[in-house]
């Protein structure tokens, strides 16, 4: 079992940034085995579906963004520390939306997972609201 637990959310004005945080744990869990999850956020607004942000392969060495943010936001992940990352840039009032981390054990060491259904544990989320 693993535990996603996300940091950083916050209100920030448009234009802002922020750094969200998501910590992997579990009773067995380890280094190793993080290293072996593909990595994930989405975000869900109200009374919107949960959509795709961003991901990132086993070593970090590949990515993949959503068209809306790509430019704006970069995953990224320290296998050392289990964490993965997402820095937000020029954010806008539309980035407003819960932001959740998740983690797949889909495919292998170069796959950047996009559908929801890929992955295998989520975190409970952090709030991002970009105020005009």
């Known amino acids: 079992q693993v535990q996603l637990v996300e940091s950083g959310g916050g209100l920030v004005q448009a234009g802002g940034s922020l750094r969200l945080s998501c910590a992997a744990s579990?009773?067995?869990?380890?280094?190793?085995?993080?290293?072996?999850?593909?990595m994930g956020w989405f975000r869900q607004a109200p009374g919107k579906e949960r959509e795709f942000v961003a991901s990132?392969?086993?070593?970090?060495?590949?990515?993949y963004y959503a068209a809306s943010v790509k430019g704006r936001f970069t995953i990224s992940r320290d296998n050392a520390k289990n964490t993965v990352y997402l820095q937000m840039n020029s954010l806008k009032p539309e980035d407003t939306a819960v932001y959740y981390c998740?983690?797949?054990?889909?495919?292998?060491?170069?796959?950047?997972?996009?559908?929801?259904?890929?992955?295998?544990?989520w975190g409970q989320g952090t709030q991002v609201t970009v105020s005009s």
């Open positions: 998740a983690a797949s054990r889909t495919g292998g060491p170069s796959v950047t997972p996009v559908r929801r259904e890929a992955y295998d544990y």
């Open positions: 579990g009773r067995t869990f380890s280094s190793y085995t993080f290293s072996r999850y593909a």
């Open positions: 990132i392969s086993w070593s970090g060495g590949s990515t």
